[in-house]
């Protein structure tokens, strides 16, 4: 179950999603990297368009929790870009 500040930081970090002409924004936008997400589909991670909080900057190289350091990502390409920093960081 969310908690209210929980649903408040998801709120805060959808807005900063790129809107999608013809849609909804409260519904659909679109992530840094142009994928399609959808906010009823938040961390399902077998929906089309499902999407999770990312870190601009990972917390593994000093990224914070902050609102200016969070942003709405897909979530296969948030695994994805997990899967490089892991990369990294094993070398």
């Known amino acids: 179950m969310t908690t209210f500040l929980e649903e408040v930081r998801r709120c805060q970090v959808w807005a900063k999603g790129q809107p999608i002409e013809g849609f909804d924004p409260n519904d659909w936008r679109r992530d840094d990297f142009g994928w399609t997400i959808r906010y009823a589909d938040y961390g399902d991670r077998n929906s089309a368009y499902g999407g ?29 870009l997990g899967g490089i920093l892991g990369g990294l960081l094993g070398s």
Do not use: Q
Request: glycine residues 10%.
């Open 52 to 80: 999770e909080i990312d870190h601009v900057r990972p917390t593994a190289l000093g990224g914070y929790d902050h609102i200016s350091n969070l942003r709405p990502l897909h979530c296969k390409c948030n695994a994805g």
